[in-house]
């Protein structure tokens, strides 16, 4: 089967399917119409294990981190008979990080929208999905040099 694909874009899409949609070894070499070892190869070469373990440090894991945080600094003031100025400041520092984090557009927030818009879109055009999600994977790229 060829899809008429480069092998650079077998290459970015195949990454874009391990590192962002888990696909297996075995489904990303079908679906981009290449061998098993040279998507192992690739993932080898493109360190792209490192890559996917970096989106574990997720928006959503640090916010639920800096919330168990801010959570048990709330619980011991309210113990204290009287407040001190150690426990505001951390109080006002750990606000702070959180309205940081829930404010901006992280990378993986990017990359959650890309695999839900290229799952739905994959239904309707396929064509269509393997372009888009080149497409999201040159952007994402962008956007982890900033």
């Known amino acids: 089967m060829d899809n008429g694909l480069t092998h650079e874009q077998k290459k970015d899409w ?11 070894i075995q489904n990303i070499a ?3 119409d290449v061998s098993e070892a040279i998507v192992r190869k690739w993932i080898m070469e493109g360190q792209w294990e490192g890559m996917k373990r970096c989106l574990l440090t997720t928006r959503a894991v640090q916010l639920e981190y800096l919330y168990d945080i801010l959570a048990a600094l709330t619980a011991r003031i309210k113990e204290q008979s ?3 100025t150690k426990d505001a400041d951390l109080l006002i520092k750990y606000t702070a990080a959180i309205k ?3 404010s901006e557009t992280s990378v993986p927030q990017i990359i959650e929208v890309a695999k839900a818009f290229t799952t739905w879109l994959q239904h309707d055009d396929l064509e269509l999905t393997k372009t888009v999600t080149l497409k999201f994977n040159t952007y994402i790229r962008e956007q982890l040099k900033k």
Do not use: H, P
């Not at 195949?14 to 297996?24: G, K, R």
């Open 14 to 24: 195949a990454q874009v399917l391990f590192i962002y949609n888990d696909y297996t």
């Open 82 to 84: 009287e407040g001190n």
């Open 30 to 32: 079908k679906t981009v």
């Open 100 to 102: 940081n984090l829930e």
